[in-house]
């Protein structure tokens, strides 16, 4: 059944490239476009993101936060296991008559060019929800221990009762039964582990079912509406562009062409991890991709060259975290999606910011380089080995500037942009076997579809999740009464931009950046606008922030995933990333209070 999805959501995603790159062919080649493209692509892009969860789901690849968990022990962390599959599995028990009932109800709606159902298009949600469902129920009747499933079974219908059974009590309780839900509920779910797709859901699921009167079919509503946003049609395919900049070798050959011009400096490998970083940030729309990429060519070099393998991998990490803002980021793409906010602007915006933050990385990589005396240089390089390098880079080294300059210069959307970068690296591909005779890696190509389409799916879940428990808050009140809040708060936009960047370090700990921002963007970003902040500063902080609480200890999980690309113990690296995680926050306050620094190269 897995085999069928992937197969299905692989034929989904190479549809969908070729039905894009036609479209902007047609477009600016010919000035004729085609108008029933877009129709069918969103048809088939949250069939693409639905089956993308499924496989997602099966592998276990669903973000969550699994720190706590990790740590119990014995029966304990069996329960804990138990409830996060049971929990799971209720939901989409009850989730999925809702889903079935919302595709009904879209029959009569017709697009306007193909006159195709909204049926069509709507059915992948029952599909993809009870597609897990029976993966779940697989998984229940594996489960090693019966009585633990069992149990973990019948607390999570205590309180789902208990709640129902209290639901008077909690709507006189007003919007304090936010934190119940919100806080509390959500709060527990992630301690527990499930992930974190789930933990919206759940939240938000039994928040109108306990307390509102909102029909249910409002869940996969929002749920259809934040995955299906034309913008995130890019998502998929900039992490495609990343798997396919690893399988050609392109990152590599990067990587190599530095180290040829500064990696015999003292600390010039720190340069060559950091600028390799910047190069291919957020292309992968992943920055555990991104860091696999750069790691795995210079970490035993600089292990040989006397490097302490813990700052290695705090290096790294602060670097994933300095790096948040470099175009073509998810991130900055999802902001679009969400806030209306020019996504060209967004990308212009975030170049010279993190070029500060990179600056004020540099600094303590220059002076522990000195004080430790370990990367002492080597060899220099010879003129002809960097050209040489060069000449095999430039083909590698073009399509970062060629995808940046496009969309920054308006050239191009952000998903066509994608769409043309994955078909360069296939060109790319295919001339170096025509032309060097390199063999083509049929299996990593497809093992990277499939990578993708659960990664996808994943994140697209993430955002249609969190836009439906940012519905909830924001039709409950609560957005009126916290800006209400925020502007009693002293410093005004000085002191609104301390409270969210401390908001925002906070939940990139602990949701990772892309469901934070779904989530509080619909609620902060019109205080900020009350506060003459303007958006695109206001994103850049935001995303900085949320960057660094992504990979700041002992919450952040983009730290665990550097310390395993490096293969460095967890503790190995704490005492040395609190220098760089200092030289980040320091770099974000002179960002967040010079407004220069995001809005000086806008158009």
């Given at each position: 059944?897995?085999?069928?999805?992937?197969?299905?959501?692989?034929?989904?995603?190479?549809?969908?490239?070729?039905?894009?790159?036609?479209?902007?062919?047609?477009?600016?080649?010919?000035?004729?476009?085609?108008?029933?493209?877009?129709?069918?692509?969103?048809?088939?892009?949250?069939?693409?993101?639905?089956?993308?969860?499924?496989?997602?789901?099966?592998?276990?690849?669903?973000?969550?936060?699994?720190?706590?968990?990790?740590?119990?022990?014995?029966?304990?962390?069996?329960?804990?296991?138990?409830?996060?599959?049971?929990?799971?599995?209720?939901?989409?028990?009850?989730?999925?008559?809702?889903?079935?009932?919302?595709?009904?109800?879209?029959?009569?709606?017709?697009?306007?060019?193909?006159?195709?159902?909204?049926a069509?298009?709507?059915a992948?949600?029952?599909?993809?929800?009870?597609?897990?469902?029976?993966?779940?129920v697989?998984?229940?009747?594996?489960?090693?221990?019966?009585?633990?499933?069992t149990l973990?079974?019948?607390f999570?219908?205590?309180?789902?009762?208990?709640?129902?059974?209290?639901?008077?009590?909690?709507?006189?309780?007003?919007?304090?039964?936010?934190l119940?839900?919100?806080?509390?509920?959500?709060?527990?779910?992630?301690a527990?582990?499930?992930?974190?797709?789930f933990?919206?859901?759940?939240?938000?699921?039994?928040?109108?079912?306990?307390?509102?009167?909102?029909?249910?079919t409002?869940?996969?509503?929002?749920?259809n509406?934040?995955?299906?946003?034309?913008?995130?049609?890019?998502?998929?395919?900039?992490?495609?562009?990343g798997?396919?900049?690893?399988v050609?070798?392109m990152?590599?050959?990067?990587?190599?062409?530095?180290?040829?011009?500064?990696?015999?400096?003292?600390?010039?490998?720190?340069?060559?991890?950091?600028?390799?970083?910047?190069?291919?940030?957020?292309i992968?729309?992943?920055?555990?991709?991104d860091?696999?990429?750069?790691?795995?060519?210079?970490?035993?070099?600089?292990?040989?060259?006397?490097?302490?393998?813990?700052?290695?991998?705090?290096?790294?990490?602060?670097?994933?975290?300095?790096?948040?803002?470099?175009?073509?980021?998810?991130?900055?793409?999802?902001i679009?999606?969400?806030?209306?906010?020019?996504?060209?602007g967004?990308?212009?915006?975030?170049?010279?910011?993190?070029?500060?933050?990179?600056?004020?990385?540099?600094?303590?990589?220059?002076?522990?380089?000195?004080?430790a005396?370990?990367?002492?240089?080597?060899?220099?390089?010879?003129?002809?080995?960097?050209?040489?390098?060069?000449?095999?880079?430039?083909?590698?080294?073009?399509?970062?500037?060629?995808?940046?300059?496009?969309?920054?210069?308006?050239a191009?959307?952000?998903?066509?942009v994608?769409?043309l970068?994955?078909?360069?690296?296939?060109?790319?591909?295919l001339?170096?076997?025509?032309?060097?005779?390199?063999?083509?890696?049929?299996?990593?190509?497809?093992?990277g579809?499939?990578?993708?389409v659960?990664?996808?799916?994943a994140?697209?879940?993430?955002?249609?999740?969190?836009?439906?428990?940012?519905?909830?808050?924001?039709?409950s009140?609560?957005?009126?009464?916290?800006?209400?809040?925020?502007?009693?708060?002293?410093?005004?936009?000085?002191?609104?931009?301390?409270?969210?960047?401390?908001?925002?370090?906070?939940?990139?700990?602990?949701?990772?950046?892309?469901?934070?921002?779904?989530?509080?963007?619909?609620?902060?970003?019109?205080?900020?606008?009350?506060?003459?902040?303007?958006?695109?500063?206001?994103?850049?902080?935001?995303?900085?922030?949320?960057?660094?609480?992504?990979?700041?200890?002992?919450?952040?999980?983009?730290?665990?995933?550097?310390?395993?690309?490096?293969?460095?113990?967890?503790?190995?690296?704490l005492?040395?990333?609190?220098?760089y995680?200092?030289?980040?926050?320091?770099?974000?306050?002179?960002?967040?209070?010079?407004?220069?620094?995001?809005?000086?190269?806008?158009?």
């Amino acid at each position: 059944m897995v085999a069928v999805a992937a197969a299905a959501a692989g034929v989904l995603l190479l549809t969908v490239a070729v039905l894009l790159l036609t479209g902007a062919v047609s477009r600016f080649a010919f000035n004729a476009p085609i108008v029933w493209i877009d129709e069918l692509v969103s048809t088939f892009f949250l069939w693409l993101a639905m089956l993308g969860a499924v496989i997602a789901y099966q592998r276990a690849e669903h973000m969550r936060m699994a720190a706590v968990a990790m740590a119990l022990r014995g029966r304990l962390r069996d329960f804990v296991d138990a409830l996060s599959l049971a929990a799971t599995v209720a939901l989409l028990v009850f989730l999925l008559p809702p889903a079935c009932e919302y595709a009904l109800d879209e029959w009569d709606i017709t697009t306007s060019t193909l006159a195709l159902s909204g049926a069509w298009r709507a059915a992948a949600l029952p599909v993809g929800l009870g597609l897990m469902l029976i993966l779940g129920v697989l998984h229940c009747v594996r489960f090693r221990d019966v009585a633990i499933l069992t149990l973990a079974g019948l607390f999570c219908a205590a309180v789902a009762l208990t709640l129902h059974w209290f639901s008077p009590e909690l709507i006189a309780l007003g919007n304090y039964r936010l934190l119940i839900f919100f806080v509390a509920l959500t709060g527990i779910c992630i301690a527990a582990g499930l992930p974190i797709a789930f933990c919206f859901l759940i939240s938000t699921f039994l928040f109108l079912a306990c307390t509102t009167t909102v029909p249910l079919t409002v869940v996969t509503s929002r749920l259809n509406e934040g995955m299906s946003h034309v913008v995130l049609l890019a998502v998929p395919l900039f992490i495609w562009l990343g798997s396919l900049v690893e399988v050609t070798g392109m990152a590599k050959a990067m990587v190599n062409f530095l180290a040829t011009l500064v990696g015999h400096w003292r600390g010039g490998l720190n340069y060559v991890l950091m600028a390799a970083m910047y190069l291919v940030s957020g292309i992968s729309g992943a920055k555990a991709a991104d860091m696999a990429a750069v790691a795995p060519p210079l970490f035993p070099e600089m292990r040989a060259r006397g490097a302490d393998p813990g700052d290695l991998v705090a290096l790294l990490a602060a670097t994933g975290a300095q790096t948040e803002t470099i175009p073509p980021s998810i991130v900055l793409i999802t902001i679009g999606s969400v806030t209306g906010v020019s996504i060209a602007g967004l990308f212009a915006g975030g170049i010279l910011p993190s070029l500060v933050m990179g600056l004020f990385l540099g600094v303590v990589v220059w002076w522990r380089s000195r004080r430790a005396g370990t990367a002492s240089g080597g060899a220099r390089a010879s003129w002809s080995d960097s050209a040489r390098c060069l000449l095999v880079a430039v083909p590698a080294l073009l399509l970062p500037f060629v995808i940046r300059t496009a969309v920054v210069e308006g050239a191009a959307t952000a998903t066509e942009v994608s769409t043309l970068g994955v078909f360069y690296a296939i060109a790319y591909l295919l001339l170096a076997r025509v032309a060097f005779g390199r063999p083509i890696d049929w299996r990593a190509i497809v093992t990277g579809i499939v990578n993708t389409v659960s990664l996808s799916g994943a994140i697209l879940l993430i955002v249609g999740a969190a836009s439906a428990m940012a519905w909830s808050l924001t039709q409950s009140g609560f957005a009126r009464q916290l800006t209400m809040l925020m502007h009693q708060a002293p410093g005004g936009a000085y002191g609104f931009l301390l409270v969210s960047i401390l908001i925002f370090v906070i939940l990139g700990s602990v949701l990772e950046g892309l469901p934070a921002i779904v989530l509080m963007a619909p609620i902060t970003y019109p205080i900020a606008r009350s506060f003459a902040i303007d958006d695109i500063h206001y994103s850049i902080v935001l995303v900085l922030a949320m960057g660094i609480g992504l990979f700041i200890p002992p919450f952040g999980v983009g730290y665990y995933t550097a310390c395993a690309i490096g293969k460095v113990d967890t503790g190995a690296a704490l005492r040395p990333i609190i220098g760089y995680m200092v030289a980040l926050v320091a770099g974000l306050m002179l960002i967040a209070f010079v407004p220069a620094f995001t809005t000086s190269l806008l158009p």
